[in-house]
């Protein structure tokens, strides 16, 4: 059974970093798509970030673009995302999912980790 667990979830003030990491299980991220999302409060999922495995292809949310950074880690076999100068409004549950073909759209992932909260204060 494939597995996604994400961690370095936690609370931090704005301007501060954070470094997300999303590890597999089951299978290696190889010939996979793997992305960010996140869901705060009341608000539905939105993309965050997405990567290419074996090509390091990425593109990112307008919103977070120049702030974050998604990548991976071939010797851990992760995929990260490197949040710098946080903003409140980033609070959030954040997930890792992967999908098979390069996409933004939340439900074409297929596999999706349970999830780690990201709480910036002002």
């Known amino acids: 059974q494939v597995r996604l667990a994400e961690s370095g979830g936690g609370a931090v003030h704005a301007g501060d970093s954070l470094k997300l990491s999303c590890a597999s299980s089951?299978?290696?991220?190889?010939?996979?798509?793997v992305a960010w999302f996140r869901q705060a409060p009341g608000k539905a999922r939105e993309f965050v970030a997405r990567?290419?495995?074996?090509?390091?292809?990425?593109t990112y949310a307008d919103s977070v673009k120049g702030r974050f950074t998604i990548s991976r880690d071939l010797a851990m076999g992760t995929v990260n995302l490197q949040m710098n100068s946080l903003k409140a409004e980033d609070t959030a549950v954040y997930y890792c999912?992967?999908?098979?073909?390069?996409?933004?759209?939340?439900?074409?992932?297929?596999?999706w980790g349970q999830g780690t909260q990201v709480i910036v204060s002002s």
């Open positions: 999912a992967t999908a098979i073909i390069w996409t933004t759209e939340s439900d074409r992932y297929d596999v």
């Open positions: 089951g299978r290696t991220f190889d010939t996979y798509g």
């Open positions: 990567i290419w495995y074996t090509t390091d292809s990425k």
